[in-house]
């Protein structure tokens, strides 16, 4: 396999490993391949790709879901380092609530699977990073909705930084974890 999985102590949550080739002139590695990825259940239909630039070390994003087109994401950082948060948000779920996080890097080149049925975030813990994601389903910003970063509830323990966290206002006005119903979710145990 091009791959190695590591499923974390959230059941389905992998991060992955590519083998890299690398020499004088710079790497090669493989990103995604399909019978790998199925081999350890995730889905292969990726419908859609992103990329997000953040231009300062800091940046907090998140915590996101969508409950409709409810998105399985594989990640990865393409310049620089973060920290991403993958939080279980499936009522019924053994690990409903938790969250597991990982340190991604382009230097390390580890991608991070988050099913569908999980908030996702991360911070920045570079000068700058971009942020790349391939989604089981197309964005729907009808449907989007967050949990507070900070919510006392989940309790990420974010890396600290020697910078204030950059957060947007959208994310500063997400309802407690405790306050919403997680229902939509279910279907994806």
């Known amino acids: 396999m091009a791959f190695t999985f590591e499923e974390q102590k959230i059941k389905g949550v992998f991060v992955i490993t590519p083998q890299v080739f690398g020499d004088s002139r710079g790497y090669f590695c493989e990103t995604f391949k399909a019978p790998d990825f199925e081999a350890h259940g995730i889905p292969v239909n990726f419908v859609q790709d992103n990329e997000s630039s953040s231009s300062s070390k800091g940046v907090l994003r998140g915590l996101h879901f969508q409950k409709e087109h409810t998105q399985g994401k594989l ?11 993958a939080v279980d948000v499936r009522p019924g779920s053994e690990t ?15 991608m991070f699977w988050i099913p ?53 206002e959208k994310d500063g006005k997400h309802p407690k974890f405790t306050e919403q119903s997680f229902e939509w979710a279910k279907k994806w145990l």
Do not use: M
Request: charged share 25%; hydrophobic share 35%.
């Open 75 to 85: 990640v990865r950082v393409t310049t620089g380092t973060v920290f991403d948060v």
């Open 96 to 110: 409903y609530g938790q969250w597991v996080g990982v340190e991604l890097s382009a230097e390390k080149k580890n």
């Open 116 to 168: 569908a049925g999980f908030a996702h975030g991360f911070l920045v813990l570079s000068d700058t990073a971009v942020f790349t994601y391939k989604c089981t389903d197309v964005y729907d910003p009808t449907s989007e909705g967050g949990i507070p970063w900070d919510d006392e509830t989940i309790a990420v323990k974010w890396p600290k930084l020697d910078v204030p966290y950059k957060t947007s």
